[in-house]
T-cell receptor
């Protein structure tokens, strides 16, 4: 595998379910990100991790719980979601969060549908 | 707060022709980076081109070039010799050097007609 991978690619879950999204980067980067992409809206930054430490939480509801066990893996744990949480969830990584090395590499996304 | 605005929700171009996508932004900082990302139907976001604000020279990557007007806070993308594979959603993005946030515009859906 190369680049940034995300699993699953598609997920349908009920409002009472608990599920997790997984992101893995094979680029040796130190920073990882979760974004939410809803129809006709700009990408929304959700969380930022740098060297496994969370550096930014963009006022995300607690029903979304991120986990970064190491610099290569990032999870997004989901529980008691709402239908408005249906969206494309994108993971990205970059060498760091600062300066010239900031180019972000994106995964293919997980299309989440909450029923 | 930094903002990015793309005023063209949709654009179309004939194959082999040139098209320009518009982007304006606002930031209170003098040191920042600007990006154009492409998202084809496969959904994989791909970096097209990057511009450092301190560089006066406009960035160029093969058929893609930008017109960076710092005083006007404008950052347009020109695609020359358009190809069918250029059809995608294009996002303009801004990152201030002092922070970790990458702010995206609403996107422009580009259609390339054969």
């Amino acid at each position: 595998e190369t680049g940034v991978t995300q699993t699953p690619r598609h997920l349908v879950m009920g409002m009472t379910n608990k599920k997790s999204l997984k992101c893995e980067q094979h680029l040796g980067h130190n920073a990882m990100y979760w974004y939410k992409q809803s129809a006709k809206k700009p990408l929304e930054l959700m969380f930022v991790y740098n060297f496994k430490e969370q550096t930014e939480n963009n006022s995300v509801p607690s029903r979304f719980s991120p986990e970064c066990p190491n610099s290569s893996h990032l999870f997004l744990h989901l529980h008691t979601l709402q239908p408005e949480d249906s969206a494309l969830y994108l993971c990205a990584s970059s060498p760091s969060t600062a300066g010239a090395s900031y180019e972000q590499y994106f995964g293919p996304g997980t299309r989440l549908t909450v029923t | 707060a930094q903002t990015v605005t793309q005023s063209q929700p949709e654009m179309s171009v004939q194959e082999a022709e040139t098209v320009t996508l518009s982007c304006t932004y606002d930031t209170s900082e003098s040191d920042y980076y600007l990006f154009w990302y492409k998202q084809p139907p496969s959904r994989q976001m791909i970096l097209v081109i990057r511009q450092e604000a301190y560089k006066q020279q406009n960035a160029t990557e093969n058929r893609f070039s930008v017109n960076f007007q710092k005083a006007a806070k404008s950052f347009s993308l020109k695609i020359s010799d358009s190809q069918l594979g250029d059809a995608a959603m294009y996002f303009c993005a801004l990152k201030e050097t002092s922070g970790s946030r990458l702010t995206f515009g609403e996107g422009t859906q580009l259609t390339v007609n054969p």
